[in-house]
């Protein structure tokens, strides 16, 4: 993001990482400050929350604001710098992108400011003609997933359904819905931060010192992580680590692969990498899982 030349070319880098990462049915994007700085040493008008770097703040908060979708926007994205030509971005047309008399039985939605009686649950924005009462009482203001009634009073006010956790249109009906967005300071953030209780038991480093991916086989994961460097590629982000005490990237990971051998650019940049990698990746990962490669 920090060599694009003006502010719209950096908005559209972060469309086009967003527009491969929906592509790709990607479940979490981490973002790293490669070089480990915080917010004061980086120059430049974006002005970032935290203490990461400006560039990183603004990518995350343009992917967060394409996986979000379009009749939610003004719920949870005010006006903001960053965000300027976001409005021009290609959509991610995700699953979860619903238009407003589509039938489906999840949906994402928004709590609704509005009293409910005592004993009935809050109503929820989910994008449709009709608001939907949910099973519970929760504050104004949160995203939730709703799963709908199979049966609805077509004649009612409201539509109804149940608040289920964010993955189980994804775990439970196959659909893929959308990606979470991470920020870490450094490249061992990547890592340690994880969400998930037993940890990413894959992680594939990308760098054309790796090994050739087209003669890999990926071994059976639950959740597998591909690390993707800058444009002084992972090198850069392991020197620049306080935390690691090593020169080689590929210690770190478990597979350490060039998934792009015999380039004719001395450089790939990460736009590109995230593309070339997850589609030569995608066959061996439907091989670990050929049930869903079906769906």
Known sequence: MDNAQSPELRTYLAGQIARACAVFCVDEVVIFDELGEDAKSIEGEFKGIGKKGQACVQLARILQYLEC????????????????????????????????????????????????????????????????????????????????????????????????????????????????????????????????????????????????????????????????????????SVDADENLNITDPGVLFDLYLNTCPGQGSRTIRTEEAILISLSGLGQKISAVFPDQSKG
């Open 69 to 236: 979708p379009q009749y939610l926007r003004k719920s949870f994205f005010p006006k903001h710098q960053d965000l300027q030509f976001a409005g021009l971005l290609n959509p991610l047309d995700s699953p979860h992108h619903m238009r407003i008399d589509e039938e489906a039985e999840f949906r994402e939605g928004v709590v609704l400011d509005r009293p409910s009686k005592p004993g009935k649950g809050s109503f929820v924005n989910c994008g449709m003609r009709k608001n939907v009462q949910i099973d519970k009482q929760l504050k104004s203001g949160l995203r939730v997933t709703v799963q709908l009634n199979k049966c609805q009073n077509k004649e009612g006010k409201v539509y109804k359904g149940v608040v289920v956790a964010p993955h189980v249109p994804r775990t439970e009906a196959g659909l893929y819905w959308g990606y979470s967005v991470r920020l870490a300071s450094c490249l061992s953030a990547v890592l340690t931060e994880c969400p998930y209780k037993d940890g990413y038991d894959l992680t594939v480093g990308t760098s054309e010192r790796g090994n050739n991916a087209d003669h890999i086989t990926l071994p059976a994961f639950r959740h597998m992580l591909v690390v993707f460097g800058g444009l002084q590629g992972l090198e850069a």
